[in-house]
């Protein structure tokens, strides 16, 4: 059976609903909320197949800007690969992984992605690498204090608020120029009010969000977004407790500010595979979570 290959359709009221259908049923994220704060733009792109109006298989690309090794590069990283169940085993998720790394191949340093563990044997099939990642930690020893808390979580109920976000997000500094990522407005404002929406500290002074959370013993860094490098351990102190012992980060930082421990990373949901002619890498950073497709 032929079906219909449909790209751009954003503006289609009803391809863009049966992909917010889709995506819930497959992954039980719902898109709508983010589309309808203006966050979908050119950089994320869906490559599908219709049958009628109804989008059956999909392949989306964001475009990304990664700082690596020193060098701004232009990539592409897949994501939201689904097909719906009445519509699998007809290859259908592998014809657009095909046209995808036919049409980016030549035009961007490298295409990469994060797959969960049922599917690690898919992806090598169109050139794909595996590649472990690291992860980070720190001690919150005699060496830091709780300070007094000066920042406002931020309400992306608020226009304000969104307004904001939306402006730290366009406009942010990569965390570290080992591996690093900037102008990727689509993927953290999604990170910021789908996934993190009540993990949002801003500190007016500085202009710096932090995501994150305290919990029991840890606090756990998501992000730090800035658009001009300012000192994150006063900002940290801020967020924890007496109780706090332990400090995690989910992105790689050139910060100096106080010792950090990596190790390799074991995950069964985010394994990162690489397809590249050209670059090499390190198993001593990983890419921010809220960059993650």
């Not at 990522?181 to 999604?190: A, D, H, K, V, Y």
């Given at each position: 059976m032929s079906y219909?290959?449909?790209t751009d359709y954003q503006n289609n009221n009803l391809l863009r609903q049966s992909f917010f259908e889709l995506a819930l049923a497959t992954f039980d994220i719902d898109f709508k909320p983010w589309f309808e704060i203006g966050a979908w733009d050119d950089n994320y792109r869906c490559y599908s197949y219709a049958d009628g109006d109804q989008i059956i298989a999909n392949v989306?690309?964001?475009?990304?800007?990664?700082?690596?090794?020193?060098?701004?590069?232009?990539?592409?990283?897949?994501?939201?690969?689904?097909t719906h169940p009445d519509y699998q085993?007809?290859?259908?998720?592998?014809?657009?992984?095909?046209?995808?790394?036919?049409?980016?191949?030549?035009?961007?340093?490298?295409?990469?992605l994060f797959a969960n563990d049922q599917v690690l044997d898919f992806y090598p099939k169109y050139g794909f690498q595996p590649y472990d990642e690291s992860q980070f930690t720190f001690a919150i020893d005699q060496q830091w204090q709780p300070l007094p808390k000066n920042y406002r979580q931020l309400n992306c109920e608020s226009a304000s608020d969104l307004a904001l976000l939306r402006e730290l997000a366009f406009n942010r500094r990569p965390n570290s120029q080992r591996l690093g990522?900037?102008?990727?407005?689509?993927?953290?404002?999604?990170y910021a009010t789908i996934?993190?929406?009540?993990?949002?500290y801003y500190?007016?002074?500085?202009?710096t969000l932090i995501i994150g959370e305290q919990s029991d013993d840890t606090i756990t860094?998501?992000?730090?977004?800035?658009?001009?490098?300012?000192?994150?351990?006063?900002?940290i102190s801020q967020l924890?407790?007496?109780?706090?012992?332990?400090?995690?980060?989910?992105?790689?930082?050139?910060?100096?500010?106080?010792?950090?421990?990596?190790?390799?990373?074991?995950?069964?949901?985010d394994h990162l595979f690489i397809r590249s002619q050209s670059e090499t890498w390190s198993n001593q950073t990983c890419f921010p979570l809220t960059s993650h497709g």
């Open positions: 219909r290959f449909v989306s690309v964001n475009l990304m800007t990664v700082h690596h090794q020193g060098q701004k590069k232009q990539a592409v990283q897949i994501g939201t690969v689904m085993q007809q290859g259908l998720a592998g014809k657009l992984m095909d046209h995808v790394v036919t049409h980016y191949d030549q035009r961007v340093a490298f295409i990469y990522i900037s102008n990727n407005p689509s993927l953290l404002l999604f996934v993190f929406p009540h993990q949002l500190f007016e002074k500085q202009h860094i998501f992000d730090v977004v800035q658009t001009q490098k300012e000192a994150i351990k006063p900002l924890i407790t007496n109780e706090t012992t332990t400090g995690q980060l989910f992105f790689t930082t050139d910060n100096q500010e106080f010792p950090i421990e990596q190790q390799l990373q074991f995950t069964t949901e």
